[in-house]
């Protein structure tokens, strides 16, 4: 019913950047939140960033004032741009939506996930 695909990650050297996308197709009525996640080897998925239908934001502590979450809410899309990336945040990256369906059922929907290394 709702399909998220993401876009974006790939290798970078510490300190350098990349901006994850994530857009949402299917029966959409509307979308509230909109999530980042991340998943390192071994380790259990962590939370990173939420935005509101409203464009409030919430970050965790290990991003705040590196990473920006964006959504385009006419595209369905969601963003996140990672500024002074460190080995650390080496992870797959997940996009995750709550969803309004045109039926008006309300689901939570994930992506498949996109990988991001940083190493040099």
């Known amino acids: 019913q709702v399909q998220l695909v993401e876009s974006g990650g790939g290798l970078v050297q510490p300190g350098g950047s990349l901006r994850l996308s994530c857009a949402a197709s299917?029966?959409?009525?509307?979308?509230?939140?909109m999530a980042w996640y991340r998943q390192a080897p071994g380790k259990q998925r962590e939370w990173v960033a939420v935005?509101?239908?409203?464009?409030?934001?919430e970050y965790a502590d290990s991003v705040k004032g590196r990473f920006t979450i964006s959504r385009d809410n006419a595209k369905n899309t969601v963003y996140l741009q990672m500024n002074s990336l460190k080995p650390e945040d080496t992870a797959v990256y997940y996009c995750?939506?709550?969803?309004?369906?045109?039926?008006?059922?309300?689901?939570?929907?994930w992506g498949q996930g996109t990988q991001v290394t940083v190493s040099s």
């Open positions: 935005i509101t239908s409203g464009g409030s934001t």
């Open positions: 299917g029966s959409i009525f509307k979308i509230n939140d």
């Open positions: 995750n939506a709550e969803v309004v369906l045109v039926a008006r059922a309300i689901v939570s929907s």
